[in-house]
């Protein structure tokens, strides 16, 4: 028993810190690893070499850094767009498209947002979508619920495939990446079609599922997890985020044409234009260069790019791509002076969640290494074994919430289902699969990705608030996807 107090402590002073007392996560987050390289050093069982120790406290202090230079990335391309008026056009585009609040919310997050995922992985929709819907008038709770809800949904097939075959690569040979991928997109699938207006729920009551947009969050929803379904089971892992994100665009931007052209949006709920600014005259395609550049360019390096550049780090590839779509950007916009300007401030804006993100990386690494998440994991399993199918969902979001990626969690735990399958007879595939799927609803409340998402937006502070208003929405997921891993080990594809 006091060893798995002392296996659960790191997560349990974040917790209390963070969501029970309030405390900005830069605090916490420093306090947290401190506690746990004391633990790491002197308490036996999770005891390490002191050049271990160093080691991995000091590289998972680099991984926070890059991190926060990806963060940085983000606020210099907003602040470009912001103070060149580019964004001021966006937001004439999207008014043009619809003055729905709700339907804007779903597109930029939900569609958008997955595509970015698919493409990226690594927090990329937090970076992007996020400042981008503030920028819209969104205020800064909605975008982050969003941003991280959303990504509850994409992370398991994102990353143009590595979280599935990066996560499962010691395992491929014995079982079929594309078994995985097709058991993943099967339990997501009834994620996406209730994400939409789940979230809307959370963020502004159900008083804001009126029929049309109730209709219109379905329909989006169905699109998203139909087209994840048919590429998951028919081509492959690498590409089924990507398709369901441009899939479910265009199809919420056809249902928007052909059925809401003349639809009547409650006020509290409508986008109003800014009339005293009058109509942009910067030409469309200029202001919205940059997001086009970054559609074709995030997909390009990770896919074409020298292995060595994407070796360096999901956050450094990414971060260096955004600065370069950037500064191209720049130079489109005819703003290429400002530019050492916008740096500076972003820099400002990202400095305080630098210790927040590279004490909790750091700790994240010690827990791994020493052995604390699985005594946690394996504590878990061996108590409930007949629900294990529905228990790796949970094991799953347990290794992102403290790993910060669903790879990093399919890594670390794929040893232990292999070997509980093969004793408890479940089909192996299948529970890889629900261990993903909670992965990716682990990002929902990693601290890592709350702390990331809230420095985006300039809500630096509140990641106690934020974790609180994730936590419902999380814990219906858990529930849907719990039941489908039972339903799916038990009646429609169990061991053969």
Request: with cysteine; charged share 10%; proline share 4%.
């Amino acid at each position: 028993m006091l060893q798995l107090f002392m296996a659960i402590s790191p997560i349990l002073i974040v917790m209390i810190g963070i969501v029970g007392l309030k405390k900005p996560a830069t605090i916490v987050s420093a306090i947290a690893l401190i506690y746990t390289i004391f633990v790491t050093m002197f308490y036996g069982k999770f005891k390490l070499e002191n050049a271990v120790l160093f080691s991995e406290t000091t590289k998972g202090i680099i991984e926070g850094a890059k991190m926060v230079f990806m963060i940085w990335s983000a606020f210099l391309i907003l602040n470009m767009l912001i103070n060149t008026g580019a964004m001021d056009k966006i937001k004439e585009i999207i008014a043009n498209l619809t003055l729905d609040k709700r339907k804007q919310f779903i597109i930029i997050a939900f569609c958008f947002g997955g595509f970015l995922e698919g493409v990226a992985g690594a927090g990329t929709p937090a970076a992007i979508a996020a400042p981008f819907l503030v920028a819209l008038g969104i205020p800064p709770v909605f975008a982050i619920v969003g941003a991280l809800v959303f990504n509850g949904i994409a992370a398991s097939l994102g990353a143009a495939g590595l979280t599935t075959i990066g996560g499962f690569a010691a395992f491929l040979d014995v079982v079929d990446v594309m078994d995985i991928s097709k058991y993943t997109s099967f339990i997501h699938f009834f994620g996406a079609l209730i994400a939409p207006n789940l979230v809307l729920v959370i963020l502004w009551g159900k008083k804001a599922l009126d029929k049309g947009i109730v209709k219109f969050a379905l329909a989006t929803g169905f699109a998203y997890g139909f087209f994840m379904v048919l590429v998951a089971t028919f081509v492959g892992a690498e590409f089924p985020t990507i398709c369901a994100g441009l899939g479910s665009l265009i199809v919420a931007i056809t249902y928007i044409k052909l059925f809401c052209k003349n639809e009547s949006i409650p006020e509290e709920y409508q986008y109003v234009i800014d009339e005293s600014k009058g109509k942009s005259t910067m030409p469309a395609w200029k202001a919205l260069s940059a997001y086009a550049i970054l559609l074709v360019a995030l997909p390009a390096v990770r896919f074409f790019a020298p292995l060595w550049f994407i070796k360096l780090g999901f956050a450094v590839w990414i971060g260096i791509t955004i600065t370069c779509v950037c500064l191209v950007s720049s130079i489109i916009l005819r703003d290429v002076t400002s530019m050492p300007g916008y740096m500076k401030t972003s820099f400002c804006s990202v400095f305080g969640a630098l210790i927040a993100m590279a004490s909790l990386v750091a700790l994240s690494n010690l827990m791994k290494t020493s052995g604390m998440l699985s005594v946690i994991a394996t504590v878990i399993a061996n108590l409930l074994g007949p629900v294990y199918p529905a228990i790796a969902v949970i094991i799953g979001s347990l290794g992102s919430f403290v790993a910060g990626t669903t790879t990093g969690s399919n890594i670390l735990f794929a040893p232990m289902h292999y070997e509980a399958c093969t004793i408890l007879g479940f089909n192996i595939p299948l529970v890889f699969a629900a261990q993903s799927a909670g992965g990716a609803l682990g990002n929902m409340i990693c601290t890592n990705n709350v702390v990331a998402v809230c420095a985006t937006v300039g809500f630096k502070g509140e990641e106690g608030t934020i974790m609180r208003k994730v936590f419902k929405p999380i814990c219906i997921l858990w529930l849907l996807y719990c039941l489908l891993a039972l339903l799916y080990a038990y009646v429609l594809f169990p061991a053969a």
